[in-house]
């Protein structure tokens, strides 16, 4: 039989077991927006600037060998079958870029080992500065597909293929030439029957060059600066043709 005396210190120690219940509950609603672990963090994805703060810089800027995951998606699409450059020869990079907005996005690109460091050293001097980068990912998104890719402003290097109407294998089939903010920086050529091209296509607005934009790569500009510093060639520089997007070694 309970005693009034002990159900009292029953429903006491109740009473303290039920406080401190709500008090753990008020706790792990207060703490969780300020404890939970930062994620990975994707290609593509947008950083935050507390994230940056808290991982340091240098955790977003890193070369390595190509990881399977990523030569698996590559398979078939920039690495075609034919491909004649080892995956030895190649690299992959992670680094952050700024768009327009002003916004940290994480970028990826595979690159040529040769120029894997160099490359790393642009971007970041390009983060840094806040120069515009709109979008950097691999360009097997979209199947390999370059006039796909140029149309959604996507920089990127390596992708097995020829030289625009040419059979001659291209910068980009040995990952040594960089594109950046392709549909705002075309590529032009005029034919010997006279026609001429534009890729991608629905760049044409873009040719006339004193038409400023924030994703428009000007000579003399950090970017041109910084790819003539490394010793890449641009192609805004061409006689016979011009591709404003493209830097080569």
Known sequence: ?????????????????????????????????????LRAQHAGEVVKEASIRKKGENHFFYVTPIPDSIFSMMKGKSYKHYCTTPRSELRYLRCLHTDKDGRSIVGEMVVNKAIANDVLDILYKLYRAKYPIERMRLIDYWNADDERAMRANNSSCFNFRFISHTHTVSKHGRGMAVDINTLYNPYYKRLKNGKTVTEPATARPYLDR????????????????????????????????????????
């Not at 309970?2 to 207060?30: P, Q, W, Y």
């Not at 950090?222 to 404003?244: N, P």
């Open 1 to 37: 039989m309970i005693t009034e005396k002990r159900f009292a210190v029953i429903n006491g120690i109740d009473s303290i077991h039920s406080i401190i219940r709500i008090m753990v509950m008020l706790c792990v609603m207060f703490a969780t927006p300020f404890s939970t672990p």
């Open 210 to 249: 004193s038409k400023k934009h924030a994703y428009m790569i000007q000579r003399g500009d950090l970017c041109y600066r910084l790819f003539k510093e490394k010793g890449f060639r641009w192609g805004g520089d061409w006689k016979h043709s011009k591709d404003y997007q493209h830097f080569e070694k």
